[in-house]
Nanobody, 127 residues
Framework: QVQLVESGGGLVQAGGSLRLSCTTS????????MGWFRQAPGKEREFVAA????????YYQDSVEGRFDISRDSTRNTWYLQMTSLKPEDTAVYYCAVHSFGTFRLNYMYWRSYQHWGQGTQVTVSS
């Protein structure tokens, strides 16, 4: 059974940093295309960042470009989202997921292209 577990969320002041981790178990996804999404209260789930299976391609939402960095450690089946210069508008529950449907480079931004979601980790940025 596939499991994804996010960790690293918390409360931080604006301008601060957090590093989220997503670890898989039950099945190796060392070459999977992965994504991070977030959902704030009353809002739709939105794309944050994604990384190709080879690690060579990364994609970011415009609002986080230059502040967030997605990476992977295939030897540990773990993906990371390093978040810096955090803003109150980054407050949300953050989810990692495995891209499973369609062509990654064409639909990485759509949450319906992903399967196997983690339970989410809360990130709260105070002003």
């Amino acid at each position: 059974q596939v499991q994804l577990v996010e960790s690293g969320g918390g409360l931080v002041q604006a301008g601060g940093s957090l590093r989220l981790s997503c670890t898989t178990s039950g099945r190796a996804f060392s070459n999977a295309d992965m994504g991070w999404f977030r959902q704030a209260p009353g809002k739709e789930r939105e794309f944050v960042a994604a990384i190709g299976g080879s690690g060579g391609y990364t994609y970011y939402q415009d609002s986080v470009e230059g502040r967030f960095d997605i990476s992977r450690d295939s030897t540990r089946n773990t993906w990371y989202l390093q978040m810096t210069s955090l803003k109150p508008e980054d407050t949300a529950v953050y989810y990692c997921a495995v891209h499973s449907f369609g062509t990654f480079r064409l639909n990485y931004m759509y949450w319906r292209s992903y399967q196997h979601w983690g339970q989410g980790t809360q990130v709260t940025v105070s002003s």
